[in-house]
């Protein structure tokens, strides 16, 4: 006779759970996070163009050749936009704007403000508006844990960059307007390309054509600035290694961690970005960072670490 009182069911692997999150990390977070530690050796390696080096024309020139790059390369982005509604394209023209204008919004509010400031403001003001521009588009309200998480990692940040610039001199408000801009421009980029991707089309494709067309867009500022450090040898790899590596291959991963990723999430933990470049001002350029830069290290890995983790289920 059966006993009865057995369960039907097969009973779950031991490591079930511990498989499940990181299967979950390694298709959402972990590839954000990477993109991160890429993007901040983007000032290690802007330090190391010719001097006089405009640091708009930098960025910009990063751009250009990256998203033409991402562009030829991706899969799909060149039938992209014949598969895509009247309104998604509207969304790829707007989201490549926003990309465009991240670098024309920073790297000016930089000049202004110095980079201490600007990075704060635009790092830390990117994951507040991407958390409220999706509470506005009704796809959900910003948890408690997100909230936490992302203040922690916010102040962190601001322990870190501003700790080191010491006494200041008077804050340019065109200068955090600019900043500003820029964390704005990122958000929307970002929520852009993540609601185009879980409509079913390929990270890669998006990615590619919001690139390709935000480096379309800001030839024309490179082309207005000096461009004689492109043809020295230090230049040309400058640009090629930003081109390569912090937009083509950083933002191939960015965009393939926000298919299981929520913008609101990926914009705040994408805050290692200015702790890789300490660390390597540290490590690399012989700099030095105060106790309370190290506070704040701290700080913002805590909430990396919130952001990273999956919270458990019942």
Do not use: K
Request: charged share 10%; hydrophobic share 50%; with cysteine.
């Amino acid at each position: 006779m059966p006993n009865r009182t057995a369960s039907s069911t097969p009973a779950r692997p031991a490591d079930a759970g511990p498989r499940r999150s990181l299967h979950r990390l390694l298709g959402g977070p972990g590839p954000i996070l990477t993109s991160a530690v890429v993007w901040g050796t983007t000032g290690t390696a802007s330090s190391l163009a010719p001097a006089g080096a405009p640091p708009a024309a930098i960025g910009c020139a990063g751009l250009a050749l990256g998203g033409l790059l991402m562009f030829l390369t991706s899969r799909g982005a060149r039938s992209l936009t014949g598969a895509c509604s009247r309104r998604e394209r509207r969304l790829l023209a707007l989201g490549a704007v926003a990309v465009a204008g991240y670098p024309v919004c920073f790297y000016p509010a930089v000049a202004r403000t110095g980079v201490a400031v600007a990075t704060v403001i635009a790092l830390g003001s990117a994951p507040v508006f991407a958390g409220l521009l999706t509470w506005i588009a009704g796809r959900g309200r910003p948890t408690a844990r997100w909230a936490a998480a992302t203040a922690a990692a916010v102040l962190g940040c601001a322990l870190l960059v501003l700790a080191p610039a010491g006494q200041a001199t008077p804050t340019d408000l065109a200068g955090v307007a600019l900043a500003a801009g820029g964390g704005l421009s990122y958000a929307v980029y970002a929520l852009i390309g993540g609601s185009l991707i879980t409509r079913g089309h390929a990270s890669g494709a998006v990615m590619g054509v919001l690139f390709g067309g935000a480096g379309l867009l800001v030839v024309p500022v490179v082309a207005c600035t000096d461009t004689g450090w492109l043809s020295t040898a230090r230049g040309a790899s400058v640009a090629a290694y930003l081109a390569v590596f912090t937009v083509c291959l950083a933002y191939r991963l960015f965009g393939y961690g926000l298919r299981r990723t929520p913008a609101s999430v990926a914009t705040s933990l994408t805050l290692a970005e200015p702790a890789v470049a300490a660390v390597l001002g540290v490590a690399v350029l012989g700099e030095r960072l105060p106790a309370v830069g190290w506070c704040g290290l701290a700080v913002l890995g805590a909430g990396l670490v919130l952001l990273t983790v999956p919270a458990r289920r019942r």
